[in-house]
């Protein structure tokens, strides 16, 4: 495994919590969905974590991300936070009116209001220059 690694695909870096409850789950789902459907990149929120260097250095240097909590605890927030990575783009998907709950399995109509609400702040951080499309690097994790 590489600590070289870099995000690919799109233009915006998502950074999903995957916590053990379903707005957890909720924001990892929505963040595949959206890599899958073209919109930005899901990127390695652990290898952040992990304070592993390629990650952390991919994470400072992107022009675009959108970071989701599932809650307010803020896990991916305090990921961030602790690995120097300035948090821009930023999402909890409570304050989305989802309630937190022990229920893993995302449903359907919450997982359109989460990828709505990703779209709509990456919207709102849309101003940076230049637009760089991330590459990605043929390492494991993306």
Same mark, same amino acid.
Request: hydrophobic share 40%.
């Given at each position: 495994?590489?600590? =070289?690694?870099?995000?690919?695909?799109?233009?915006?870096?998502? @950074? $999903?919590?995957?916590?053990?409850? =379903?707005? +957890? *789950?909720?924001? =990892? *789902?929505?963040?595949?969905? &959206?890599?899958?459907?073209?919109? !930005?990149?899901?990127?390695? &929120?652990?290898?952040?974590? +992990?304070? &592993?260097? !390629?990650?952390?250095?991919?994470?400072?240097?992107?022009?675009?991300?959108?970071?989701?909590?599932?809650? *307010?605890? +803020?896990?991916?927030?305090?990921?961030?936070?602790?690995?120097?990575?300035? #948090?821009? !783009?930023?999402?909890?998907?409570?304050?989305? !009116?989802?309630?937190? =709950?022990?229920? &893993?399995?995302? *449903?359907?109509?919450?997982?359109?209001?989460?990828?709505? $609400?990703?779209?709509?702040? $990456? $919207?709102?951080?849309?101003?940076?220059?230049?637009?760089? #499309? @991330?590459?990605?690097?043929?390492?494991?994790?993306?």
């Amino acid at each position: 495994m590489t600590e =070289n690694c870099c995000t690919g695909g799109g233009e915006v870096m998502i @950074l $999903a919590c995957s916590g053990g409850s =379903n707005v +957890g *789950q909720l924001s =990892n *789902q929505a963040a595949v969905e &959206l890599t899958g459907e073209g919109f !930005g990149k899901m990127f390695c &929120l652990a290898g952040i974590g +992990g304070k &592993l260097s !390629g990650f952390v250095r991919s994470a400072r240097d992107v022009p675009r991300m959108v970071v989701i909590d599932g809650c *307010q605890v +803020g896990c991916a927030r305090a990921i961030l936070a602790e690995a120097g990575v300035p #948090l821009r !783009g930023y999402l909890v998907l409570t304050e989305e !009116g989802i309630e937190k =709950n022990k229920n &893993l399995i995302p *449903q359907r109509a919450d997982i359109d209001k989460a990828k709505a $609400a990703v779209k709509r702040v $990456a $919207a709102e951080n849309s101003t940076v220059a230049p637009k760089i #499309l @991330l590459s990605g690097c043929g390492c494991d994790c993306c």
